[in-house]
């Protein structure tokens, strides 16, 4: 229960990256012979139940109502002992319905349901009220005058004072040395300051993500800051003129985010909904879009993606093509943490054209997987992750029964980090194949977090009964991400979109003006959400699939205010979090238009976002008068 998290939490001693890279190819080469294991036992399991379960992560918030300050309580692991007891008591009697996790930093923590949801459309209305026990769990461990926050970024996180108790960044240390992010932030749990340490160690630097300002009236023409730490110069090598410089995994894996998982009938059906999923992450990530804020200043991006996808960037520079560097044996084009590189599916809908990308992948591996009856898509899958070295590896668990053991696999497979991840079934488990969808961003309140995730868990079912078909060339999804990202993407981006989306439910969606089946265009989110002209729109298909089934009048009336929610996001009559912080910003009496969140702009923001998500303040703007 507590020893998953963000990978693989065992308890040993990490080795330091000059030993664990002499054991990153025992680990490679035992992790595939473990897969192939679990893939000969299970790979003609069928007819599994459709499972699904969330995972949200929070920060704690400590205000100082007195100064106007708010900062990040490092209390997590303080808190999640206590929350560890209280659970233990209650699954006793079976009356527990929230599970506790650690996550990277010390203020943050990590719930999930304690069982998964089950397949029928009565558990939807489960969502929001778990969620909502997660929150009252957790006030019986805060003080006062700290809050639980589900916000993507902090605004000020790195600024100078912004946790609780007050740390002082140490880039002559070895963990992160970074110039704004203290090591005591990071759990204290000795995988993550080794997780840290050998990304930096590995890379040969410091992790680098610019972020570029918001240009407001007053802020300065050319934006530029000045790090000199005692001769440090990777900051002042690596920040760009115009750009918030980050320069630590904090920075991005600091970040919440909400996720679901869904165990599917099959290898194949899983197979099907991760690649249908990946095509519309990027959509959901636009419309969840939560963190306009890095470093106390507005930033020109509405979302996290490229932060933490560049935090836990260990490419070397041959690996990132950085001209005149040591040559690599691969040239790797994304970070560990991206969106995925190769569609996977096995259904008729799929054609080799879509995986037009071409990653890098370990030959050998891939000859190894095809000898063990992989088929070329998944041996291309599982080769392409294994590119990647182990970042932590415990001395004590070198040596593994692979019969039995899936740690060496679940190491690399587990810091593939990307927007959907396939999950083989653990070895002598009850669970079966599954996806997890990775990419929204958390909302700042229940209602919003159950929202998001009910779309996802009905857009699934609506994939499988109406056979549906997304599939776009992976280099659009690619350019689609990076669209999500840019401010206001929700109301003003364009996307990539299939035209025509198959046979729906006996109605076959219209072929392009050029009669072809697999043609594309650009659709803006209220056209891919809402439908215009010929094109359905994801909404009104879930729509016409809750008409085919049975439920309820309240569970419906429930899934109503959800889909209202996202429909109204996509067409720009409510605020996704991101444009409503930026609103409120902008109208603070004590903002200088100079892209600068001081102190006290940040304290009114988190204030009022505590009690919008404590339901205590209605907030129309952001919620559409939905909720409370």
């Not at 026990?133 to 019986?140: I, S, W």
């Not at 990946?278 to 969840?288: E, R």
């Not at 995986?355 to 095809?370: G, R, S, Y």
Request: aromatic residues 10%.
């Amino acid at each position: 229960r507590r020893f998953v998290v963000m990978g693989l939490l065992s308890q040993g001693t990490p080795e330091h990256w000059d030993h664990a890279a002499k054991h990153a190819h025992h680990v490679r080469k035992n992790g595939i012979l473990q897969l192939i294991n679990i893939y000969h036992r299970v790979k003609d399991r069928r007819n599994d139940a459709l499972l699904w379960g969330d995972e949200i992560e929070y920060v704690i918030v400590k205000f100082d109502h007195a100064k106007k300050r708010a900062v990040l309580s490092l209390r997590a692991k303080e808190i999640l002992d206590g929350l560890y007891e209280y659970t233990d008591r209650f699954n006793k009697d079976g009356k527990n319905h929230v599970l506790w996790h650690p996550e990277y930093a010390s203020y943050m923590l990590e719930s999930t349901p304690s069982l998964p949801y089950g397949g029928t459309l009565y558990a939807l209305r489960e969502v929001q009220q778990n969620m909502l026990e997660r929150r009252l769990q957790v006030q019986q461990f805060l003080t006062d005058n700290e809050s639980l926050l589900s916000i993507t970024n902090f605004p000020r996180l790195g600024c100078p004072q912004f946790t609780s108790p007050e740390h002082v960044p140490s880039p002559d240390a070895d963990i992160s040395k970074s110039l704004f992010f203290p090591d005591e932030a990071i759990n204290p749990h000795p995988r993550f300051a080794t997780l840290t340490a050998n990304i930096r160690r590995r890379r040969g630097s410091k992790v680098v993500m610019n972020m570029p300002i918001f240009r407001d009236v007053n802020t300065p023409a050319p934006f530029n800051e000045e790090f000199d730490y005692k001769g440090e110069g990777e900051g002042a090598q690596a920040a760009k003129e115009d750009h918030i410089y980050l320069d630590a995994m904090g920075f991005g894996m600091g970040c919440c985010c909400l996720q679901v998982t869904f165990q599917a009938c099959s290898i194949d059906e899983a197979r099907h909904l991760y690649d249908q999923l990946a095509v519309v992450s990027p959509i959901v990530l636009a419309l969840s879009a939560c963190s306009p804020c890095f470093r106390g200043y507005l930033s020109d991006r509405d979302c996290r993606w490229d932060v933490i996808a560049g935090s836990v960037d260990d490419r070397t520079p041959g690996e990132r093509g950085v001209p005149d560097s040591e040559p690599s044996r691969y040239r790797i084009g994304k970070s560990r943490y991206d969106s995925i590189s190769t569609f996977i599916g096995t259904s008729a809908l799929f054609d080799k054209k879509y995986n037009d990308v071409n990653p890098v992948f370990d030959e050998e591996i891939f000859k190894t997987l095809k000898e063990n009856e992989f088929d070329d898509l998944l041996a291309h899958h599982f080769a392409h992750l294994y590119i990647r070295d182990p970042l932590v590896i415990y001395k004590e668990l070198l040596d593994q029964d692979n019969a039995v053991s899936s740690d060496h696999f679940e190491n690399i497979q587990s810091t593939n980090w990307q927007t959907m991840r396939f999950k083989p079934p653990p070895p002598g488990s009850p669970i079966g194949w599954r996806v997890e969808f990775r990419p929204t961003e958390v909302q700042l309140t229940d209602f919003e977090n159950a929202a998001y995730t009910v779309f996802v868990v009905l857009l699934t079912r609506t994939i499988l009964s109406f056979g549906l078909n997304f599939y776009i060339p992976v280099s659009k999804v690619d350019e689609n991400m990076h669209q999500a990202q840019e401010r206001d993407a929700a109301r003003k981006g364009l996307f990539h979109f299939r035209k025509y989306l198959g046979d729906c439910y006996g109605k076959a969606t219209p072929t392009g003006e050029s009669g072809d089946p697999d043609e594309f265009e650009y659709m803006t989110c209220d056209h891919i959400i809402n439908g215009k002209g010929d094109f359905p729109g994801l909404i009104p298909l879930i729509e016409t699939y809750l008409k085919s089934v049975d439920v309820d009048l309240d569970t419906r009336v429930m899934i109503d205010k959800y889909l209202q929610l996202l429909s109204k996001r996509a067409k720009g009559e409510v605020l996704t979090a991101a444009q409503w912080m930026r609103s409120f910003i902008a109208a603070h009496p004590d903002y200088k238009k100079d892209s600068v969140v001081s102190e006290t702009i940040n304290y009114d923001l988190l204030r009022k976002i505590d009690l919008i998500s404590k339901g205590q303040q209605p907030c129309p703007e952001l919620l559409g008068g939905l909720w409370p």
